[in-house]
């Protein structure tokens, strides 16, 4: 006789995410390693700790992944999906990075994009796909009345395909990117504006970084939907913070130490630093950031010699060719500038790809000035990090259309990010701000930036999900 499986234990909190909080790779043995990933929503839910029948629902990413799935090899509170890789590829890749991240970071080059046609629609079946495979996993974990937290452009329909098969649940989401502004949004085809806006008014909150994405949400679900389509959903504003304790302790450990000494060495003595660490992401707008150094440095020679702008650039998305295309342009520009200006003693930009999180700490400690120019960013936690650590305090050359900028605007240098120009002289007056005056700024960025730590971000969201609030 076969006996039925065991149901599955009902979680109380639920987290869902595209990206788990681990990950697997196949080993030339067969063997499968597993890397354990950071970021906010890792350390925010480690905030109800052991309190919690608490599982966090994550879709298989790779091949490790799916191998993991398959042999049922798992972490306790992780379940990955091992949704067909042709559905992810078009749900991820397709709608959720080539058009929702565009809509909403403004990146298209609209004369010739976007263009929805059949093929649109096709990647758009597989996101719906993607979306239901997550809100019914939700629906089979979750205990009655149990609170979801599901996160994402990559999951805007969840929220309506989870209510409806479970309207008992408390639903939250939150987008961790900016909302675009109501006529850009417009440019998705009626019906499929219309569909992610209901989606995520399917939750009970709808949560964001900062007011001026919430009032940008709003604003699309009033225009296209009516005022009324609000009734039934809480906006919530949750502006996540760094986490100081973490950082303070990670950032003094000896491999960073290490590797401070060996950037110190690639800089030389007595040259200021610019720095800036970030995925090699089209929003942030990196390309810029180095043009503008260029400017600096062929504007006001008296910085060459002077000056060392460390860039640390990690590879992201690297399926989208157009993502290829910028990562090369990156690292052209940054050979340009140290082929024409470049001396024996002296490299002007200090270009990294390779991702390591204790030589971006050690980068951290050592800069003078921060340069952090996104077109457009949810947050942008390297503006709020860099101040916690930096040695001798920082000077902050912030793009205004960075959510940060809402928290910390009054302390930084405010830039807009397409003023190469106007960056330039922010990085001078950066590089030429009297000490006193640096440090003072950098610790009230630095207490602005702790302000709302990760795990007290999660716990506000949470209190507020069950409380009605
Ligand atoms: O930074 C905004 C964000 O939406 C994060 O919440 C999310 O983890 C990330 O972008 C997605 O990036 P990736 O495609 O590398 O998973």
């Known amino acids: ?87 992810h590829s078009d749900a991820y890749n397709g709608i959720a990075n ?86 850009y949004f417009r440019m998705l085809p009626d019906d499929i504006a219309e569909q992610l806006l209901r989606g995520l008014l399917g939750a009970d909150r709808t949560c964001f970084l900062t007011r001026r994405w919430a009032d940008a949400f709003t604003a699309c679900c009033t225009e296209l939907l009516g005022a009324d389509s609000l009734s039934g959903t809480r906006i919530g504003v949750h502006g996540l913070g760094a986490d100081a304790d973490f950082l303070r302790e990670r950032a003094h450990r000896p491999d960073v130490d290490e590797r401070l000494e060996a950037l110190r060495e690639q800089i030389g003595p007595g040259r200021k630093t610019i720095v800036r660490v970030d995925r090699t992401e089209l929003s942030k707008n990196i390309v810029r950031g180095l043009l503008a150094y260029r400017h600096l440095l062929e504007s006001r020679p008296e910085w060459r010699e002077r000056v060392v702008h460390i860039a640390f650039a990690y590879p992201s998305r690297q399926d989208l060719a157009v993502y290829r295309a910028y990562t090369a342009e990156v690292q052209r520009l940054a050979e340009e500038i140290n082929a024409t200006y470049g001396t024996a003693g002296w490299t002007p930009v200090v270009l990294h790809v390779k991702d390591d999180f204790a030589r971006s700490l050690a980068a951290y400690r050592l800069a003078d000035a921060a340069l952090v120019n996104p077109i457009r960013d949810g947050m942008n936690l390297v503006a709020k990090e860099i101040p916690v650590i930096s040695e001798r305090g920082c000077a902050l050359v912030l793009s205004r259309e960075a959510g940060a900028y809402e928290e910390l605007g009054e302390d930084a240098l405010a830039i807009n990010p397409y003023d190469v120009t106007g960056t330039a002289q922010a990085l001078h007056e950066a590089l030429t701000m009297p000490d006193g005056e640096r440090s003072e700024r950098s610790k009230r960025l630095a207490v602005a930036a702790t302000a709302l730590p990760p795990q007290q971000w999660f716990l506000d969201q949470l209190r507020a999900l069950r409380e009605g609030g």
Do not use: K
């Open 1 to 87: 006789m076969v006996s039925a499986p065991p149901p599955p234990p009902a979680a109380q909190v639920l987290v869902a995410s595209n990206r788990g909080p681990v990950s697997y790779s196949l080993r030339d043995d067969g063997g499968l390693d597993a890397r354990r990933g950071g970021g906010g929503l890792v350390s925010g839910l480690s905030a109800i700790g052991a309190e919690a029948d608490a599982l966090w629902v994550c879709a298989a990413l790779g091949d490790g992944d799916r191998e993991a799935v398959r042999r049922g090899v798992g972490e306790p509170g992780v379940r990955m999906l091992d949704i067909e890789e042709s559905v």
């Open 98 to 183: 080539s058009v929702l991240w565009f809509v909403h970071h403004m990146l298209y080059q609209t004369p010739l994009e976007p263009v929805f046609d059949e093929e649109f629609r096709r990647q758009w079946a597989a996101y719906e796909t993607y979306n239901r495979a997550f809100a019914q996993a939700l629906a089979d974990q979750a205990a009655d009345g149990a609170a979801v937290l599901i996160q994402d452009y990559h999951l805007a329909l969840a929220p309506g395909m989870l209510r409806e098969l479970r309207p008992d649940l408390r639903i939250g989401h939150f987008s961790h990117t900016p909302w675009a502004p109501v006529d």
